[in-house]
């Protein structure tokens, strides 16, 4: 994981210690609420749940449209026309087609669905699908998760006699389609009280309209809204947390077929579902569907009552994510080997990397993980023949959607938001588009946005307890807009490391001022873990339970770990300051200054990773400024010996990797005469 900027939230303790008083509960869980920005009795009686089973539902008709969309859709459903609900390929998608199709054909309407296929027709309404319906006998197509720019394929639709009602979550653009209705609460004209919802959260307003009880409709559907709006991370917030709330709880013993039986296959029956359940667990499956099948089988999974083909399709979902796992391994071998023989892409403001035919529909989730990886905004492209596609993803700071907006005129199609986006372009255009978007990125950001770890307070090691973790549960459900609180310990000394689930994790014992902890640091294997004991160092941590023989005990999940003498702004400016060089930009005086090794600094880091380094460069960083190295000069030096044929040096992101390189007898090495050291007027004193 990328080297991030510890940003620990501001407190009011008289607040804090105000809403704990008038609301009877822990201080910490009224800290949470107050520094997250929930000060008022009406917002904390939200997050909290309090209102969850009595309180009214916000008024559906408060969405622009929202008359048009009922009036036409009861006169399909009198009028028994044929009706094509037209969804999208993910879980938002799937659960929304399969919430409004279900209470369609309960109410007795000529009703089918219809999902694009990602691969061969992409995202949202287009003009063959409407054509397809149109030789359906279709009258009305009711778009769920998209439609909102669908303007062409809307007049198409018309042209051919069939109606159109959009209901959509995504931001509108410069004109609307001309359809019955538009129920987007995102429209600019729209005044509804919240407009956070998902595509299901949407769809569910719509069906609450036509039904005239929306309470009834969550006690049919909660647990698609919830499904929906987890896995669509959409803010955690307003009706959206009762919606997620309510739905959590059907889902812990759910009356849906298909969803129990892929349940039971993800090993959750029996166990809490979560939020966290739906995100990591649930929703891949039911995402599985759409990247590497037919997105259609998700829906028959949630509307089937058959239970041959419950367990048929929760299979063939299940067999489908093990498969998208094989398939990011694999992409992920290409990328490695790509980045070893080519590292230029990495030093660039915006990592883009492109390959020949990679899954279209794994493409997002990489990008993701080379985001997180290397703590850049990054787009994955995969390209066939002379057309190609890519899913970028961000970082806080950086806007997608205005980059690729600066770069239109190398692509053929883009689209998205500010942390995620999709873009389609010419394979000839892909290295012009990776120096647009870096140079868009030089001009706007001279100095490029880190990656932050947002922490929700600094506690002594002596309050991380069981009863810590109960009172930041009261906070549940997490996800957008309330994450999973992060607690930052300071100045403990690590006394012990060792090696679990066959040396994939290190469990460590830590230790400040008489207080013991005990922590977890997942997916660390033995070789990339570069403490060692004795080590004073900062923990970042989340906290869960467990419960064996009916005793409960408290788990520490470390998050980051950085040594207590860490300072960021050496770390990352001196990283910017050497990708800087690495792209060959102009180097001030002062710039060459800082990256300017001396013949006995590149001998202290030579000896330092002579017999090789694994783990964390600002780690090694920390240890070298104790010899007098700054963090821009040892980073040269390893480049210099690199170029110099003395040391191998990779870096993936998260751990720097160190090998001297045999030499064989009489070679001569001439550091001064490396690029890098003449870059920087390297002194041989």
Known sequence: MSFRRWQIAKSDKMLSRSVAERFGIDGFAAHLLTSRGFCSDGQISDMLGLDDDTAEFLDPFDIVDMDKAVSRIRKAIDGFERIAVYGDYDVDGVTSTALLFSYLESAGANVMYYIPDREGEGYGLNCKAVDTLHELNIDLIITVDNGISAVAEVEHAHSLGIDVVITDHHQEGEILPAAVAVVNPHRKDSACPFKEYAGVGVAFKLVCAIEGDSMAVVEDCGDLVALGTVADVVSLTGENRRLVRL??????????LGLSTLIDMAGLSGKTITSTSIAFVIAPRLNAAGRLGKASHAVKLLITDDDEEASSLAEELTAQNKERQAIEQIIDREVTEMLAKDRSALYDRVIVIAGEKWNGGVIGIFASRICERYGKPCFIISYEGDRAKGSGRSIEGFSLYEAISACAGQLTGF???????????????????????????????????????????QLPPSVVTLQLCDASQLLEPFGADNSTPVIAVMGLKLTDIYGAGGGKHQRLTLERGGTIITAMKFSTPDEDFP?????????????????????????????????????????????QLFEKMMRDEPLSDEDCELLRPSRSTLGIVYRAVSGGYRGEADVLGCRMKRMGVGFAAMLTSLQILSEGGLLHVGDDGSVLCVEAVERKQGDKISPEETPSAVRVGYRNV
Do not use: W
Not at 247 to 256: A, I, P, T, V
Not at 435 to 457: F, G, Q, T, W
Not at 549 to 572: A, P
């Open 247 to 256: 739905g959590l709880r059907q889902l812990q013993s759910s009356s849906r």
């Open 415 to 457: 689209g998205g938001h500010t942390l995620a986006a999709g873009i389609n372009l010419k394979t000839e255009n892909i290295d012009a588009f990776r120096r647009a978007i870096n140079e868009y990125a030089r001009e706007k950001y001279p100095i490029m946005p880190s990656p932050v770890l947002h922490i929700d307070c």
């Open 531 to 575: 403490f060692r004991v004795g080590d004073v160092v900062d923990i970042a941590v989340t906290l869960d339970k467990s419960a064996y023989r009916g005793r409960e005990s408290l788990t520490v999940i470390i998050r980051d770990i950085r040594l207590s003498e860490t300072h960021f702004d050496e770390i990352s400016g001196g990283r």
